[in-house]
Antibody, heavy 121, light 109 residues
Framework: EVQLVQSGAEVKKPGESLKISCKGS????????IGWVRQMPGKGLEWMGI????????RYSPSFQGQVTISADKSISTAYLQWSSLKASDTAMYYC??????????????WGKGTTVTVSS | SSELTQDPAVSVALGQTVRITCQGD??????ASWYQQKPGQAPVLVIY???NRPSGIPDRFSGSSSGNTASLTITGAQAEDEADYYC????????????FGGGTKLTVL
């Protein structure tokens, strides 16, 4: 079964760092882009960025460039999303999703269950 | 442009047909994909490409596209279809960047 398993909920203080994870299984992890999607409380989905674990090629939405870092360790089939200094506005649910990127096709066919990040003093 | 626009809310009577639309310049070049999200759950892909349904998605869901507008149609809406629906596409930059529409809340009456 193809699946993405995300790390558990986090509660942090402003200014702290954080790294959350997304482990893929049931498919060739290095052959698909993996991306991250933010959903703030009561709001819509926001596309953050993607990484190709095969060569670590990483792309960011302009809205998130410089705010987060996306990485991957292909040896353990795991992608990461990290912050160096959290803000209260980072409070959200974060989903990882496997991307299919083809000429005219672009879609996310497998999703993790999400990681809740709460940033509060 | 990297924006996709959706109507915030749509309603449909049980068993009737409803169309949810998504507009954006990037849709002239790339197909939209559609996601259903129910409260407290992760999004689920329902339509991708020209009009493709992943395994397990009922055939009452279909997709179409014309110009800068993509549409998700539910033919014979069921109570369990009540959810938020989001469109997504690749933006026009050519850098594999994605963009979501603002989402449409579907109410089945």
């Amino acid at each position: 079964e193809v699946q993405l398993v995300q790390s558990g909920a986090e509660v942090k203080k402003p200014g702290e760092s954080l790294k959350i994870s997304c482990k893929g299984s049931g498919y060739s992890f290095t052959s698909y882009w993996i991306g991250w999607v933010r959903q703030m409380p009561g709001k819509g989905l926001e596309w953050m960025g993607i990484i190709y674990p095969g060569d670590s090629d990483t792309r960011y939405s302009p809205s998130f460039q410089g705010q987060v870092t996306i990485s991957a360790d292909k040896s353990i089939s795991t992608a990461y999303l990290q912050w160096s200094s959290l803000k209260a506005s980072d409070t959200a649910m974060y989903y990882c999703a496997r991307h299919e990127v083809l000429d005219y096709y672009y879609y996310m066919d497998v999703w993790g269950k999400g990681t809740t990040v709460t940033v509060s003093s | 442009s990297s924006e996709l626009t959706q109507d915030p809310a749509v309603s449909v009577a049980l068993g009737q047909t409803v169309r949810i639309t998504c507009q954006g310049d990037s849709l002239r070049s790339y197909y939209a994909s559609w996601y259903q999200q129910k409260p407290g759950q992760a999004p689920v892909l329902v339509i991708y490409g020209k009009n493709n349904r992943p395994s397990g998605i009922p055939d009452r869901f279909s997709g179409s596209s014309s110009g800068n507008t993509a549409s998700l149609t539910i033919t014979g809406a069921q109570a369990e279809d009540e959810a938020d629906y989001y469109c997504n596409s690749r933006d026009s930059s050519g850098n594999h960047l994605g963009v979501f529409g603002g989402g449409t809340k579907l109410t089945v009456l």
